[in-house]
C-alpha cells in the first residue's frame, strides 16, 4: 500500500504508533467493502504503559490537525485500546 494515497490524518496515526515503537502494525482498507469505516490501523504493543502512550500520542498528534475521536474504548485498562475518527479506527 502506498502510504501518500492515504488520508493526511491517517497517515500521522501512523507516524503517531511508529514514534511510540508499536509493532506489527497493519492498515486494512475497507473502502471496497462499503464498511461503517474505510481503514483500520492495527498495531501491537509490550506493555499496558505502551498501550496507553501509543493511543496519547495518536491523540495528540490527531488533534494537531483538528481531529477529535468520536468514541475511546480500553484506556483505563490499557490491556487494548480502540479510537474512532469516524473514516478510521486504531
Same mark, same amino acid.
Given at each position: 500500500?502506498?502510504?501518500?494515497?492515504?488520508?493526511?490524518?491517517?497517515?500521522?496515526?501512523?507516524?503517531?504508533?511508529?514514534?511510540?515503537?508499536?509493532?506489527?502494525?497493519?492498515?486494512?482498507?475497507?473502502?471496497?467493502?462499503?464498511?461503517?469505516? #474505510?481503514?483500520?490501523?492495527?498495531? #501491537?504493543?509490550? #506493555?499496558?504503559?505502551?498501550?496507553?502512550?501509543?493511543?496519547?500520542?495518536?491523540?495528540?498528534?490527531?488533534?494537531?490537525?483538528?481531529?477529535?475521536?468520536?468514541?475511546?474504548?480500553?484506556?483505563?485498562?490499557?490491556?487494548?485500546?480502540?479510537?474512532?475518527?469516524?473514516?478510521?479506527?486504531?
Amino acid at each position: 500500500m502506498n502510504l501518500n494515497a492515504l488520508p493526511p490524518d491517517l497517515r500521522a496515526a501512523i507516524s503517531a504508533v511508529q514514534n511510540k515503537l508499536a509493532f506489527a502494525v497493519v492498515v486494512l482498507d475497507l473502502r471496497e467493502l462499503r464498511a461503517f469505516t #474505510s481503514f483500520f490501523l492495527i498495531c #501491537s504493543a509490550a #506493555s499496558t504503559p505502551q498501550v496507553q502512550a501509543i493511543h496519547d500520542e495518536v491523540e495528540k498528534q490527531l488533534e494537531k490537525l483538528g481531529r477529535r475521536a468520536t468514541q475511546r474504548e480500553g484506556y483505563a485498562a490499557g490491556q487494548w485500546v480502540l479510537m474512532d475518527y469516524g473514516n478510521f479506527v486504531v
